[in-house]
Every structure is written in C-alpha cells, then in structure tokens.
C-alpha cells in the first residue's frame, strides 16, 4: 500500500535555528497537508497546499513557517528560527482528490527545539 | 468555524468489555465529512472511518461499530469485546467539502483509551 514518507523520524535543533521537516507523498496525490501535535495535545492543522501554493492555512502557519514543494516529489515544512514551543511531532498528509478520497498521514517527525 | 469535541479525556475498561467513545460536532456546513482515526503509543496516525454527511448508515467492521446522527451531530465510535491492543488515543476529525478537495482536518482532543488484561 502506497505510503507517504517523511524524514527524519526525530530531530533536535537549538532554539533560532531553522529546521527543514520533508516529505514524500504518494506520488498521485495532489492536496498536500502539515499538522502538528504538540505532546500529549490534539492534531492541530497548519497548512494545505495545492497546484504550487498555499490553498489553507490556519492561525498557527506565521510568518515563521513556509512550505514548498522544490521537485515535484518532496513536499517539505521550514521553521525559519525555531522557538521551544515548536517543539512538537509534525505530520504531513496526502490526498488524492476531491473529499471522497480520505487523507493518507505520514509517521511523523518529532521535532524537539532546545 | 468547525468545532468537534471529544469530551471522554480518558477511558479505562477491563478486556473483553464494550466500549464507545463520543464524538459531537459543530459545522454550520450542510455538507462535510467526519473520520475517526487511531494513535497508538507509536505515535502514527492510523485511518479507522471516513463518512460523508449525507450518509447516516450505521457502520460496523469487524469489532468496530460506528453510530453517526446528524439530529444530535454526534459520530460514535464503539469497540466491541476489546482487546489490549486497542488500547490508543482515538481522534474524532471534520473537514468540509468544498469541491476544491483542500480543506484540512479539524481535530477533537481525543479519548486515551486503556485496555487492562
């Protein structure tokens, strides 16, 4: 079954530096998506992006955050200086279509900022 | 806004019992679509259910049951004779149907269900 993929599965970085969170979604996929959960806490969305750009984002997606999808294959979420309350597990998903087809979530990469 | 909320913070049963967990909603939206989703201690995201509002059918597979009612915009989910390995948190999500396919999810808090041999 197709999976979507990110990497790394963990990472530390020190607080102000920018973090690079990649993913590889199944490759037929067109809706692309980050969330976040910060332990123990709900999955919370930041971003939707579709033909290139951002379609959705929510109130968390700041001026700190961008997305970017550089080769057709990797879809990936920067924190350009990262603060102690980034520290979180960070899902990407994909989607296919329209509704019908339902979200595919990759493993997650948890990122922890000291 | 969409609002779903998942009021059982954390259930804890003996194997073998049933279980349901709740899900209540809110969308001024006619159409939208729910889905429950598992986290086990891995910490991935596991897809359970995906329904569209315009589909009230119950749903059973296998253990898993699920009772969605639009009359009280509740989507329940129910464990019948559960096992150990059932124990996770469970996410009830919402997202609307646009057509345009990019809406995200809208997440409750989720229920931490534990599962005693």
């Not at chain 2, 396919?101 to 997440?107: K, N, Q, R, S």
Request: aromatic letters at 14%; one cysteine or more; charged letters at 20%.
């Amino acid at each position: 079954e197709p999976e979507v993929t990110q990497t790394p599965s963990h990472q530390v970085t020190q607080m102000g530096q920018e973090v690079i969170l990649r993913c590889v979604p199944i490759s037929n996929h067109l809706y692309f998506y980050w969330y976040r959960q910060i332990l123990g806490q709900k999955v919370e969305f930041l971003v939707s992006f579709y033909n290139n750009e951002i379609s959705e984002k929510s109130e968390i997606f700041d001026d700190q955050f961008s997305v970017e999808r550089p080769d057709g294959s990797n879809f990936t979420l920067k924190i350009r200086s990262t603060k102690l309350e980034d520290s979180a597990m960070y899902f990407c998903a994909s989607r296919r279509g329209q509704s019908v087809y339902g979200y595919t979530f990759g493993s997650g990469t948890r990122l922890t900022v000291v | 806004a969409q609002k779903v909320t998942q009021a059982q913070t954390e259930i804890s049963v003996v194997e073998k019992e049933d279980v349901t967990l709740d899900c209540v909603y809110e969308t001024r939206d006619t159409t939208y679509y729910l889905f429950w989703y598992k986290q086990p201690p891995s910490g991935e995201l596991v897809f359970l259910i995906r329904r569209n509002s315009f589909d009230e059918q119950n749903e059973i597979s296998g253990r898993y049951s699920w009772n969605f009612q639009k009359s009280t915009s509740s989507f329940n989910f129910t464990i019948t004779a559960s096992q150990v390995v059932d124990s996770a948190v469970y996410f009830c999500a919402l997202t609307l149907y646009s057509g345009g396919g990019a809406d995200g999810l809208t997440f409750g808090k989720g229920t931490h269900l534990i599962i005693q041999p």
